[in-house]
């Protein structure tokens, strides 16, 4: 069965990707997405698997930054925190909290 194409344009999130029972989940800002797309290979990089999975590395890191954030001081990490590595270092730019569908979307930039 084919996979359905992750475009980078949608929210990131992975079935594991909770705390607490919130969902936590990732967009690129406009900016990032811009940078992107300056440096990409391909005329469709929005739609391109390699892309895909390359950012959701980096997410899957932000998201390790998040939990262990939340573990230390019990609370979600506010806009402007840099959740990083040495590769990654996503700043959140916005966040998103919908408590109808438990869920927490930041908005992650350079």
């Not at 949608?10 to 406009?30: A, G």
């Not at 698997?49 to 932000?62: G, S, W």
């Not at 506010?78 to 590595?85: N, V, Y």
């Not at 590769?87 to 930041?106: A, L």
Request: aromatic fraction near 12%; hydrophobic fraction near 40%.
């Amino acid at each position: 069965m084919e996979q359905p194409v992750q475009s980078i344009v949608d929210v990131f999130k992975h079935e594991s990707w909770y705390i607490d029972d919130w969902q936590i989940q990732f967009l690129l800002s406009e900016g990032h997405l811009h940078e992107i797309r300056k440096l990409a290979p391909v005329s469709n990089w929005y739609e391109d698997q390699t892309i895909a999975a390359d950012c959701m590395n980096k997410l899957a890191v932000c998201f390790n930054s998040v939990y262990k954030f939340h573990k230390t001081f019990g609370c979600l990490p506010i806009i402007g925190d840099r959740l990083f590595d040495e590769d990654t270092g996503m700043k959140i730019h916005d966040r998103s909290i919908d408590g109808t569908q438990m869920t927490v979307t930041f908005i992650l930039g350079s």
